[in-house]
């Protein structure tokens, strides 16, 4: 009897925590880094004004998660460096643009701390933008001020590849040894004009550069901790974390399992590399079969929601709690997304976890929106100095 006196106080406790956790999800803002809705809906067009079927945001489940302020991603490929980089972002900001007009009940752009605020009091979701990839800049800073003028507020100064500003994480070949010429040229313009720096993505080396030329604090949108998935370049290490924190900046968990978990990032890399062989060793109507059977036959092992958690505690370790944010990488993931965190209805999971850690308020929404927006406010006004 006692046991199930026990049993049914931990769940009525629980029930409670959950209920609280809905609730600040609702009363918070919650500020995503990064989500590639563009690139989703440029593969394959959904009206994101209802509940799709596929992908990991619409404005329904944004609702439902509480989510105010997702980063829409202006994603272009590396591929496009000197081929189309800049047409491709005003086509993908057109498209962002487009949902503000199409739906202005629902969406609005934010090109400021000041408008995400005020969005969210009047029950809007803010669409700020950030661009994934330097590349459009196409050497020339008078495209920085036009993507400054059409809202872009981020920059990640490249992609998988080494581009005209700076070498890769993703990259072996190291062509500039951190940033080029004009890539130094670029940091020092982003800060005259209050366009965030994006450390995500970037070598260690761009980052050691970025980190002594930046007079402003830096983000990195959609990073997680190197120290769970060691070697991992794309991730950033317990030094770098140090550094980034000693001048203000933060650091957004990625959700993906890859970046979460040592387990699941070799098995994406070997399912890549199989999936790669495959390619090269079969013609295309043959090599979708197999992969599909290769698909089945070695199931991915997800992180879960304590995984992503983990993330979170070990930069609070590390730096404390003002230098930490969420950047989930929803809609560019694909299916590798963590057990409870799977889509952006499940912010509220998030905070449950954080209330069953003991956070207090002030410390769940410094990590769901307060330590991004005093960045981003930090390089408006330096701008305006
Ligand atoms: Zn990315």
Known sequence: MWIGLVCFLIASDNDAVRSQALKLAQETIILDGHIDVPYRLFEKMEDISIRTASGDFDYVRAREGGLNAPFMSIYVPASMEDNGAKAHADLLIDMVEGFAKQWPEKFAIAKSPADVERQFEQGLISLPMGMENGAPIEGDLANLRHFYDRGIRYITLTHSKANHICDSSYDEERIWHGLSPFGKELVVAMNQLGVMIDVAHISDETFEQV?????????????????????????????????????????????????????????????????????????????????????????????????????IEHVIGLVGEDHVG?????????DTLPDGLRDVSQFPNLIYEMLKNGYSVERIQKICSGNVLRVWRQVEAYSQK
């Open 326 to 334: 969420l950047g989930s990488d929803f809609d560019g993931v694909g």
């Open 211 to 311: 980190m002594e030329l930046s007079k402003v604090p830096v983000i990195a949108s959609h990073s997680s901790c190197r120290h769970f998935t060691p070697g991992m370049e794309r991730n950033m290490s317990d030094d770098m974390i140090k550094k980034l924190a000693a001048k203000g900046g933060v650091i957004q968990i990625n959700f993906g399992s890859y970046f979460i978990k040592e387990e699941s990032r070799r098995a994406g890399d070997t399912m890549r590399k199989e999936i790669m062989k495959i390619r090269e060793e079969h013609p295309e109507d043959e090599a979708k079969a197999l992969i599909d059977a290769y698909r089945a036959e070695h199931a991915f092992p997800r992180a879960n929601i304590q995984d992503v958690m983990a993330h």
